[in-house]
């Protein structure tokens, strides 16, 4: 078995529509449009299309992806894997495996000191040593139920003519919060998109935010529910033109799908309530659904702890000794961070507490996604030593790139 870069795309496309059935490659068109799909994407500089071949015959493969990372304001390498997908006949033959191991393995070359995936299960990749990540909430509303406000700016029509303006409004936003990935300019093709529809605000010429909509037919052709694609902001006046505009929209649509990384969302609605009026415990009124998609593996501690140095993870002074085990790769990391005011630096000084943790949650936790209390009381991390205050109030990362 050897991995090599993959030349026949439409070998590529064959393991992916019977890997991939929900893609619904089902007809020679649509196989042909994904093909072409894939080759043009390969031929980017930060795609690289992977087979497993057994000798000539393709009975795997993946997709990964270079990014750039903001974590906690410091733009890191990371690296990305999709599409990951082991043919019918050779499934349950460790080639799964295999293929993590080797894309983990040229993402470490590269120096990409993180790495990300969306899981088709995540329990899978858990095991694989990746940690949960940031928790999304899906909001299902009448335009209605959205605050207006007063003032605010002229919300525009966007189109392909202005990609340079969204990709640095969303290079702003992505600037100021942790978690997020660059998007290069071939990430903004949703503006040539019919179905999509774009809209922004300006203020003095510079636009400071962007919403883009899909609009779906509900039952019958005057009744119609509008999901958010994207909604990005750099500025309050902007937020509110944004929110104002989708309020404005209650005489057109039925409903408004919502999603969002902001755990305080039902604040901003003047009613939170979800448009199923349903109870999902006692006198509990539903206002949203929530999920959680992206995961995280850490790939290089000690870079990881060089970009944190000035991050504050809590108010503590202490040195606390981390035994970080990877089950995956056979590996076990120990070192001693010496937190002051919460702010960690490497030492040789003997730790006052020692805490001992599996990659994925390691992860999860220096990624901002759970504190440190909940690990040690489900007993996914285990402590000697007197308390720490320290992650105890994270700062969830946001990331919108999929891949």
């Known amino acids: 078995m050897d991995f090599k870069k993959v030349e026949d795309f439409t070998a590529f496309t064959d393991l992916s529509r019977r890997?991939?059935?929900?893609?619904?490659?089902?007809?020679?068109?649509?196989?042909?449009?994904?093909?072409?799909?894939?080759?043009?994407?390969?031929?980017?500089?930060?795609?690289?299309?992977?087979?497993?071949?057994?000798?000539?015959?393709?009975?795997?493969?993946?997709?990964?992806?270079?990014?750039?990372?903001?974590?906690?304001?410091?733009?890191?390498?990371?690296?990305?894997?999709?599409?990951?997908?082991?043919?019918?006949?050779?499934?349950?033959?460790?080639?799964?495996?295999?293929?993590?191991?080797?894309f983990l393995a040229e993402a470490r070359d590269k120096g990409q000191i993180i790495a990300h995936l969306y899981p088709f299960q995540p329990s899978f990749y858990k095991r694989m040593g990746f940690?949960?990540?940031?928790?999304?909430?899906?909001?299902?509303?009448?335009?209605?139920?959205?605050?207006?406000?007063?003032?605010?700016?002229?919300?525009?029509?966007?189109?392909?003519?202005?990609?340079?303006?969204?990709?640095?409004?969303?290079?702003?936003?992505?600037?100021?919060?942790?978690?997020?990935?660059?998007?290069?300019?071939?990430?903004?093709?949703?503006?040539?998109?019919?179905?999509?529809?774009?809209?922004?605000?300006?203020?003095?010429?510079k636009l400071t935010g962007y919403v883009t909509l899909e609009f779906k037919e509900g039952d019958h052709f005057l009744q119609n529910d509008l999901h958010v694609k994207s909604f990005f902001h750099t500025s309050t006046k902007a937020y509110r033109s944004l929110i104002r505009y989708l309020h404005n929209q209650k005489d057109q649509v039925r409903s408004i799908y919502f999603p969002t990384f902001d755990q305080e969302f039902a604040y901003s609605l003047n009613d939170p309530v979800h448009v199923d009026e349903q109870l999902i415990f006692s006198i509990y009124h539903k206002v949203s659904e929530e999920g959680r998609g992206l995961m995280y593996r850490i790939l290089d501690i000690p870079a990881f702890l060089e970009k944190i140095g000035e991050v504050c993870f809590g108010t503590d002074t202490v040195r606390v000794g981390w035994k970080v085990k990877d089950s995956f790769l056979n590996e076990t990391?120990?070192?001693?961070?010496?937190?002051?005011?919460?702010?960690?630096?490497?030492?040789?000084?003997?730790?006052?507490?020692?805490?001992?943790?599996?990659?994925?949650?390691?992860?999860?936790?220096?990624?901002?996604?759970?504190?440190?209390?909940?690990?040690?009381?489900?007993?996914?991390?285990?402590?000697?030593?007197?308390?720490?205050?320290?992650?105890?109030?994270?700062?969830?990362?946001?990331?919108?790139?999929?891949?």
Not at 30 to 35: A, C, S
Not at 379 to 399: I, Y
């Open 19 to 102: 890997c991939y059935p929900g893609m619904k490659l089902n007809t020679r068109e649509e196989q042909e449009r994904y093909t072409e799909h894939r080759r043009k994407m390969a031929q980017k500089d930060d795609i690289h299309t992977i087979g497993l071949y057994e000798k000539e015959q393709l009975v795997g493969g993946y997709i990964a992806y270079d990014h750039v990372m903001n974590v906690y304001g410091q733009q890191v390498k990371a690296g990305g894997i999709g599409t990951v997908a082991v043919d019918l006949p050779y499934k349950k033959q460790g080639h799964a495996k295999r293929i993590i191991q080797q």
């Open 131 to 205: 940690g949960l990540g940031p928790r999304l909430s899906t909001y299902h509303f009448h335009p209605s139920q959205l605050p207006t406000y007063d003032g605010g700016e002229k919300v525009e029509v966007l189109n392909a003519d202005d990609q340079d303006e969204v990709k640095a409004c969303y290079d702003t936003w992505a600037e100021d919060n942790h978690g997020a990935t660059a998007i290069p300019t071939y990430g903004f093709a949703f503006l040539e998109k019919e179905e999509l529809h774009t809209f922004g605000v300006r203020e003095e010429g």
């Open 333 to 403: 990391h120990e070192s001693v961070w010496q937190f002051t005011n919460g702010k960690p630096q490497p030492t040789g000084e003997e730790a006052e507490v020692t805490i001992e943790i599996d990659i994925a949650h390691f992860s999860s936790l220096m990624m901002g996604c759970v504190s440190l209390s909940s690990l040690l009381r489900s007993g996914a991390a285990v402590s000697e030593g007197r308390t720490v205050d320290l992650f105890q109030h994270p700062e969830q990362p946001k990331c919108w790139t999929f891949f």
